[in-house]
């Protein structure tokens, strides 16, 4: 098996935890914006321990960047930024498990994303596998007990956050896989994390920056959330780091399409954690998500 496999499947567990928890802060005087920026505001420093300890146990300089490496690296954490609130903002309309399930529209433009940028196609399986997953998405769009026009139960606020975050992911993904590529030394794990520490830190600084202007008060009640933000930023630096490090090695498009492994992960959080019910069509639409994720373990 692929290295880049279990890691992602690691991502994809910590990234459930997180937005669990930050479903959690949601209920706790926090705007989007403030979950949001939890997530940053906890992993940055963790996120810069850990790769200068790995610098210096294996010996290695940290690399130099260069004007590629920021471009990329701007845009793909200005899209997660945008994309994680999207998320955040989902959970007001539907369940925890149908709106992860949303953003998981991110494959399908991933590949789109990754084929334009970086030149990065995927092959006929993998095409496949994109394709099954895009119809359970499709059959998770329609609100439960949806009555009405067709076009308005599909096209409701909920899906369009979801489609929008899905947007934003695909950016994120490849602008963090195309940073990484642009780093000249290092090897994977020290390009991945440097990568990681410097999006972190620009990402902490400008939402702290939004919040300060926009909303005050919020950085206040994230300090004062610490215990359960401070999980969000600890599941957010395993994930992150597991994200980043899968991006390095493997198409972004592949990565994300194994990625909907979390779908399984926030069922089992949805049902146990939240004791939230799913329809029948909804667990008719994650089994085609499955699917998907089988069709391309065995296509690559």
Known sequence: MDIWIPITIAAAFAQTLRFMAQKQLKTMALSTGGATFARFLFSAPLVAILILSYATFSGQALPGTNARF????????????????????IFAHRNFAVGITFKKTEV???????????????SAQGA????????????????????????????NR???????SGVFFAFSA??????????DSGDVVLRAGFTLALVTATQTAAMAAWLAWREKGQITQVVRAWR??????????????????????????????LGQIEVLFSIAASVL????????????????????ILVLILAL
């Open 70 to 89: 920021w471009t990329f690296a701007l845009v793909g954490g200005t899209a997660q930024i945008l994309a994680t609130m999207c998320v955040v903002a």
């Open 108 to 122: 399908v433009q991933t590949a789109l994303v990754s084929t334009g940028v970086l030149g990065e196609g995927v």
């Open 128 to 155: 496949l596998a994109i394709g099954i997953g895009f119809l359970g998405v499709l059959l998770l769009s329609d609100p439960p007990g949806g009555t009405g026009p067709w076009r308005r139960r599909l096209f």
């Open 158 to 164: 909920a899906a369009g956050l979801g489609l929008l």
């Open 174 to 183: 490849v602008g963090y896989r195309g940073a990484s590529l642009a780093l």
């Open 228 to 257: 359960v933000a401070g999980l969000v930023g600890l599941a957010s630096m395993v994930g992150s780091f597991c994200w980043f490090t899968a991006f390095t090695l493997q198409n972004a498009a592949y990565v994300n399409a």
């Open 273 to 292: 954690v939240f004791r939230e019910r799913l329809s029948g069509r909804e667990g008719m639409g994650m089994a085609l998500l499955t699917l998907s």
